[in-house]
């Protein structure tokens, strides 16, 4: 079966701020690269013919098979980004194999924020300045909004909640500096020209929340205290920042059990940036297993599971999980969810397998 997967394949650049280094301890860059590390195992995993699991595991998330054949168009963004898919109508699994493969592999690093796709940052949101602006929104000509200078992006977001949450996208683009035009730089970047920098127009700004960075301070601690994370042989998946710990990363007597859950934020936050163009299917709840289990399959605008920015970070969890296993367990296997029982399986409930591909 020949499968031409679509994928943007221009490579990509993230930028991480030196507040995220200093709240994450210079791992930061660590937990972007394990992200995209997730994806690669979920790729690997889900092209695999005979890794039975996995197929089950993307069922349950997406709420079809991978041989769903029904075909659609794909979000605005992804296909104003993706010149190819414009006029390809793709398969759900091979839109989840694009992305999760363009993740994997198209991203990498740059020191220069102005140029970057998508910027890191963790500073409480101390860089926002509130800002009356009319471009949001006609009813509401002179709303209260956030600027951020750094960037040259508004959160229209509620501002006050992101506070406490885990992470937040800021991407309506600053109309500041827009009377000095369009300009392009030696590189071929077309940008709007601000104060006195160019900036990516394709750019996202991914802010850490304090809830994170707290919980991998309060993580660090425990590790420095020894204190041992016990396994159990069933979990359910929103408890497994609590529970898990890799056997390669136990040798260097770490406690990454609050650690490992950096990663799937920042995965998740990923999913929002232009290229893929995901949303918060589900508006009560944006992240855990629930949320969704909570979404429909099909929907009309972005309430589906396809579009639904938390249901790929979940798999790139999942298959992460694979190399998982508990401290007394020697063999081969790791985690993966539950196969006794379809009723556990919609909850989340995984458990250890000695094959994990059966
Ligand atoms: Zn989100």
């Known amino acids: 079966m020949a499968i031409t997967y679509i994928s943007p394949r221009k490579l990509k650049k993230y930028y991480i701020d030196p507040s995220c280094d200093a709240k994450f301890d210079q791992q930061f860059d660590g937990f972007v690269q394990q992200a995209m590390e997730y ?21 349950t998330l997406f709420k079809m098979p991978k041989s769903d054949k029904q075909r659609f168009n794909w979000a605005n963004d992804f296909r104003l980004m993706n010149p190819h898919s414009a006029s390809v109508r793709m398969t759900a699994y091979e839109h989840v194999i694009g992305v999760l493969r363009d993740f994997a592999t198209n991203w990498r690093r740059t020191p220069n924020h102005w140029e970057a796709d998508v910027r890191f940052h963790c500073d409480a949101q101390t860089r926002f300045i509130p800002i009356h602006h009319s471009s949001s929104s006609s009813s509401s000509p002179r709303a209260l909004t956030y600027l951020d200078p750094t960037n040259s992006v508004f959160n229209t977001g509620s501002f006050p909640s992101n506070l406490t949450r885990q992470a937040f996208t800021s991407y309506e683009l600053s109309t500041e500096g827009s009377a000095n035009g369009q300009v392009h730089n030696l590189f071929g970047l077309t940008g709007i020209q601000g104060q006195s920098n160019v900036q990516n127009p394709a750019r996202v700004v991914i802010d850490l929340g304090q809830a994170t960075w707290e919980a991998f301070s309060d993580s660090t601690r425990r590790a420095k ?6 396994y159990h042989d069933n979990a359910s998946v929103s408890d497994l920042g609590m529970l898990l710990k890799s056997k390669v990363e136990s040798k260097v007597d770490d406690d990454v059990s609050q650690w490992s859950s950096v990663p799937k934020i920042i995965f998740h936050e990923m999913m929002h940036c232009r290229y893929y163009g995901l949303c918060d299917a589900n508006a009560n709840a944006t992240v855990g297993w629930q949320s969704c289990m909570d979404v429909v399959r099909w929907g009309s605008g972005p309430s589906c599971v396809v579009l639904n920015a938390e ?9 992460w999980l694979a190399d998982i296993r508990p401290d007394d367990e020697e063999t081969a296997g790791g985690y993966t969810l539950s196969r006794e029982d379809e009723g556990e399986r919609v909850k989340g409930v995984v458990r250890f397998y000695a094959d994990i591909t059966a």
């Open 39 to 59: 994806a690669r195992r979920a790729v690997n995993r889900l092209t695999s013919s005979s890794d039975l699991d996995f197929a089950r595991v993307y069922e």
């Open 225 to 230: 205290r020894k204190t041992s994370t016990r």
């Open 311 to 319: 249901s790929y970070a979940m798999l790139g969890l999942m298959a």
